[in-house]
């Protein structure tokens, strides 16, 4: 069976869940190999041939932290020289939309981004898109080289499998350009203890509505009761309530959760943009005229300052 | 020595128009009145800044796509860029991100340039790669999705913020840089900026300038094909209740039959 590369996203050795979405969908066109660079690479590899790799690729190199992207470019390429794949996949977050294409590039392939569904085609692999603020649905190939598909997340189900997991060390040789961009220092982001917003499979955003930074804490109490991610609107982080990294919409966060709940958003497109392909929608909004009632699967309108708590009450007190 | 600083923008459609595919499968711009992509004004104002402070500097604004795109520019121009270069073809249509950056490439390596800066992403395709794509064509530094950037002494710095971690970047020029919306607002054009911009130069390109063949690019050149565009079928009504006192109790109960609690 022909082998498919799935370039591994982790921070020191643990393997991000979008990676094993991709493990999914690389089994359903090929045979998963992975390729896991920088510090903690090897660590990867347990979690990775639990999820179907039967190979990884592994490279430690100092480089991958000291420079920006153009390295792992040059490790994925190196992995294509030596694998010959089927096709390439690879997180959409923005590093990796940068890393598929300048490999795109470099080894003569078109390039799909933002897939929501990869599979086997007659001619190829297809990738399912969703495009124009999520009204359009479209299935497209890669008609020229190898097929670099980048697939957001929450794109596919996370499926433990057994994989042989051979772990191989992978020779990167670095291009001149490799050392263009040096990263002089790297702050790690605070950690909230909550899920990360790409990858939650609840989100619970905040809108103009909730008028306030210090508003916010209704939000983010709601989100603890369920386990849940917390985003804004531009409106909200413009205002300067909640940290542009939580902002969901079209020049923020694209993200596809199972249970949505906006709170004091309207609904413009920018934002629909970002969060319309969500499974269950659900809006509190004093305005019933808000847009963002037409895509609700319930929706409630009234005051956010006396709907949320109640509800977060309700589901703790469930939950007992 | 004069800083030569290229912006790339895009001529995009309007969001909150109504898009449609046309019959090739490429977007259908007879419907949509366009305007100069909004994240590409934040390239713009940062090319302003670093050439305001910059002892000698120009700003050249490039685009590429049909006649209407020279709106795009006339924006750009009015908020302050120099002069202007549009790359026209009927060649060109249909041609897709890689495709864009060929042209780009060459366009701007035909301009001369020190530093070339573009918006994160464009606000109708919202792929994000093309500032990647330049620097890998361009064989130069990306120094990408920078919410503050600065220019001193040939150097580019700038900051980055990520998914996990905020990254303090440097490179020596030339370089690629792509800044985010959150870089700073991008300036209005002044009533004498818009006057000043109808005198501004704006050059022409076609393939033939470029020195690129028809069959690199446009839809026969994409190295991606859509086979298929279903429209989303409209979402059916939900359940809208008004609140009158328990509203977050029947939130609840919703939530609980959906199994989300």
């Known amino acids: ?104 590039v470099r080894v003569g392939s078109g390039i799909i981004t933002d897939a929501v569904d990869v599979e086997a085609g007659a001619e190829g692999v297809v990738a399912t898109q969703s495009v124009f603020a999520a009204s359009f649905t479209t299935k497209s190939r890669i008609t020229h080289g190898t097929p670099v598909i980048t697939v957001k997340p929450n794109s596919a189900p996370v499926e433990p499998v057994a994989g042989a997991g051979a772990v191989e060390e992978l020779a990167v040789e670095f291009s001149a350009a490799a050392t263009g961009t040096k990263v002089l220092s790297r702050t790690p982001r605070e950690s909230t203890g909550r899920p990360e917003l790409t990858e939650a499979a609840i989100v619970v955003s905040g809108g103009r509505g909730v008028n306030g930074a210090e508003n916010f804490a209704i939000i983010e109490a709601l989100a603890d009761s369920l386990g849940a991610a917390v985003g804004a609107s531009r409106a909200a982080v413009d205002a300067g309530w909640y940290p542009h990294t939580n902002q969901v919409g079209q020049t923020g966060k694209s993200v596809s959760p199972q249970l949505y709940i906006a709170n004091g958003i309207s609904g413009a497109i920018q934002h629909r943009a970002g969060m319309q392909t969500s499974k269950t929608i659900v809006a509190v909004n004093k305005d019933a005229e808000a847009p963002i009632f037409d895509l609700v699967d319930y929706g409630v309108v009234g005051d956010l300052f006396a709907v949320v708590p109640q509800l977060t009450e309700e589901i703790n007190t469930r939950k007992g | 020595m004069s800083l030569r600083i290229v912006v790339t923008v895009k001529y995009v459609p309007d969001a909150t128009g109504d898009r449609h595919f046309a019959d090739d499968l490429t977007l259908d711009r007879e419907d949509v009145d366009g305007l100069l992509s909004e994240l590409d004004e934040y390239a713009v104002e940062q090319a302003l800044q670093i050439a305001e402070a910059a002892d000698d500097a120009e700003v050249t604004v490039l685009t590429v796509g049909p006649e209407d795109a020279k709106d795009a520019l006339r924006k750009a121009l009015s908020m302050g860029a120099d002069k202007a270069v549009h790359v026209e073809d009927d060649d060109l249509h249909g041609t897709d991100a890689l495709g864009t950056s060929l042209v780009l490439a060459k366009a701007i390596e035909e301009t001369g340039y020190d530093l070339v800066i573009s918006g994160m992403a464009s606000t109708d395709g919202t792929m994000g790669v093309v500032p990647a794509l330049l620097a890998e064509r361009l064989g130069v530094p990306q120094v990408t999705l920078l919410s503050q950037v600065s220019v001193e002494g040939g150097v580019v710095r700038g900051r980055r913020d990520g998914d996990s971690a905020s990254e303090e970047l440097e490179a020596s020029l030339p370089a690629v840089v792509s800044v985010t919306d959150q870089s700073g607002e991008a300036r209005y054009p002044s009533f004498k900026g818009i006057m000043a911009a109808k005198k501004k130069p704006v050059k022409s390109l076609d393939l033939d300038d470029l020195g690129i063949d028809a069959d690199e690019v446009g839809l026969a050149g994409a190295w991606s094909a859509v086979d298929s565009a279903t429209e989303r079928p409209a979402r059916t009504a939900g359940t809208i209740v008004k609140d009158e006192g328990e509203g977050g109790k029947q939130l609840a109960e919703f939530l609980a039959g959906q199994k989300f609690i």
């Open chain 1, 1 to 104: 069976m022909a082998e498919v590369l799935v370039f591994v996203d982790h921070v020191d050795g643990a393997v991000r869940k979008p990676t094993l979405e991709l493990l999914t969908l690389a089994r359903r066109i090929g045979d998963p190999v992975a390729v896991a660079v920088g510090a903690g690479a090897s660590a990867t590899a347990d979690v990775l041939a639990e999820h179907g790799a039967v190979r990884v690729l592994v490279s430690e190199a100092a480089e991958f932290a000291d420079y920006l992207v153009v390295p792992k470019v040059d490790a994925l390429q190196a992995a294509h020289q030596a694998v010959s794949p089927a096709a390439v996949l690879v997180s959409s977050s923005a590093e990796g939309k940068e890393i598929a294409a300048r490999l795109a």
